[in-house]
């Protein structure tokens, strides 16, 4: 088998799964993009099986310690365990982000799951030429009625695959209904996985939105960045006193509203961008939520993005009533946990108050954190209520 001799330092030698390009020693054999290759140290050791892809940065990912072909058995078992894994970590297996790259030892491989539908995304060569067999694995475990492939992500370019949205398995699906389980009996959502401007469901965030909704009893709600509504819908559905939603899109505010009526609760749904809506905003509530996308996707635009959370940061700040709560959220993998904190102390400072924590979030147990592999861990929220002024 051809492969990579890694040089001493490369991140495999602490846990790590990928090989960049400024960590190969020398290449053997004859390796060719999409395949599965051998990684070896320079004292020709084995490292363990990867897939190759000299396109792209990161030219090399483990799929195992050990020797292993890109098989039927191979997926059986790794899709199979990934499976086990959301069937008892007590969420809702039917609604879940199913299979997580490299969380689940299938890089480049996300699938979720909406009930009787799966979305499949392939972002690495070697996947998505196997993505027959990855079809039919899932098929023959989970029967769903369609699999669609859905491969929009603008991690393809770096990976050389073309963007393509496809049905892979059974009949063109139209929009459905799905219900994320809550202490109110549940919210249900208007799904429509083929239509161009909107994908499923932002599963990450499904164990927030019942977190928040706890404490949204009386209360006046604005949901900041609420794409199709997840904070407000909870929180109407737990009783909130009133719920305004905003956000740029315009389907995202028709889904909410679609979705206010589904659930029988009112909302009121705003197109606005939110920086502008936050700054010239008159109203008080007891609840703000911030749920950005994410501001930066790499280094370089970090302290743009950390500008742009004090800014939200500030003025949630300033809109809250007596003993008011902000939940903010961020989904960028840059931006750290002590980051994001920090950030948020600098705009209560400049507000002049003070702020007291009462919950932590990070992503859902359907997308697993491999601390070695430090890229796994995006998601970091807090919730934050103002203190009595002293
Ligand atoms: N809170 C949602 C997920 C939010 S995703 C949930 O829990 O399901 C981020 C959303 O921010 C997207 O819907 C996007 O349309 C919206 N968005 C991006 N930039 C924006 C801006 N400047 N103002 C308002 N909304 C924006």
Redesign the pocket.
């Known amino acids: 088998m051809a492969g990579i001799v890694v040089k001493p330092r490369a991140r495999v030698f602490h846990g790590h799964d990928w090989v960049y390009a400024s960590e190969i020693r020398k290449l053997f054999g004859e390796p060719k993009p999409g395949e599965v290759i051998s990684l070896k140290d320079y004292r020709d050791r084995p490292l363990g099986t990867a897939i190759y892809n000299p396109d792209s940065q990161i030219v090399a990912r483990r799929i195992s310690r050990r020797k292993q072909k890109l098989d039927e058995e191979f997926f059986e078992r790794r899709i199979g365990q990934a499976i086990a894994l959301r069937e008892r970590s007590g969420i809702d297996p039917r609604l879940a982000r199913i299979i997580w790259s490299e969380s689940d030892g299938l890089p480049g491989v996300v699938v979720d799951r909406y009930g009787d539908h799966l979305v499949l995304q392939t972002l690495t060569l070697a996947m998505y030429l196997n993505r027959e067999l990855i079809v039919k694995v899932l098929v023959g475990m989970l029967n769903p009625e369609s699999v669609i492939l859905r491969n929009d992500s603008p991690m393809l370019s770096a990976e050389g695959i073309e963007e393509e949205i496809t049905i892979m398995h059974g009949e063109r699906p139209g929009p459905f209904v799905v219900e994320a389980p809550t202490a109110d009996g549940g919210v249900k959502f208007e799904i429509d996985l083929l239509d161009g401007q909107k994908t499923g ?2 599963l990450d ?1 499904l164990d ?2 019942r977190e928040i909704a706890k404490l949204a009893k009386g209360k006046r709600v604005l ?6 509504g ?2 407000a819908l909870a929180c109407a559905k737990a009783g909130a006193a009133s719920v305004t939603a ?4 315009e389907p ?1 505010i028709e889904a909410t509203l679609r979705n206010a009526e589904l659930n029988g609760v009112e909302i009121n749904a705003v197109k ?4 502008d809506f936050l700054k010239h905003c008159e109203d008080e509530y007891d609840i703000v ?1 911030l ?3 994410s501001f930066t996707k790499n280094k370089k635009s970090l302290n743009n993005a950390m500008r742009g959370y004090k800014e939200i940061h500030l003025r949630g700040l300033k809109l809250l009533a007596k003993e008011g709560i902000m939940a903010t959220y961020c989904c960028s993998h840059h931006a750290t946990r002590e980051l994001f904190l920090e950030n948020i102390v600098s705009a209560s400072v400049d507000a002049k108050r003070s702020l007291r924590m009462v919950a932590s979030h990070g992503q859902r147990l359907d997308h697993p954190v491999l601390p070695a592999i430090p890229e796994t861990e995006y998601l970091k929220g807090f919730v934050l209520q103002l203190m009595p002024s002293r």
């Open positions: 469901l932002y965030q927030a939105h949901d900041c960045f609420c794409n199709q997840g904070f905003v956000d740029s899109s995202a606005h961008n939110a920086f939520i749920d950005p996308p």
